[in-house]
């Protein structure tokens, strides 16, 4: 996962860069690079704290089962909490767009009728 995290970072740096609207001959959204770059930063950031918990619940689980420590089982434990209110944050949030670009969608389409 942080493989990814750097991807992604560097893919944001690329959008900053060079604007991704030209990309493949395409004037499509020219200048949209700032916003483009922007959206993978913020991204970036929500996935690299995704990978920091996974990694901090191994971490002390493994801590924990070699030394039989109750207090980083407990760390863990609570990192991997972390990790799924985090994802399941985002999993509403994710639905909740799903929801309103199908509403848009829909009333775009009535538009034309």
């Known amino acids: 996962m942080f ?3 750097g991807m992604m ?3 944001s740096i690329a959008c900053f860069a060079f604007d991704p609207g030209t990309w493949f001959g395409s004037d499509l959204m020219p200048d949209a690079g700032g916003s483009v770059g922007f959206i993978y ?6 996935y690299f704290f995704l990978a ?3 990694c901090q619940f191994s971490v002390k689980i493994k801590k924990a089962l070699a030394e039989g420590n109750n207090a ?3 760390s863990g434990i609570r990192n991997m909490k972390y990790y799924f209110q985090l994802n399941g944050i985002l999993t509403i949030v994710t639905l ?3 929801v ?3 509403i848009c969608v829909l009333i775009g389409m009535a538009a034309f009728f």
Not at 41 to 46: D, E, H, K, N, R
């Open 100 to 102: 309103l670009c199908i």
């Open 9 to 11: 970072f560097f893919f």
């Open 41 to 46: 930063l913020v991204i970036t950031a929500v």
């Open 3 to 5: 493989i990814a995290t």
């Open 52 to 54: 920091y918990f996974m």
């Open 72 to 74: 980083a089982l407990g």
């Open 96 to 98: 909740g767009i799903c």
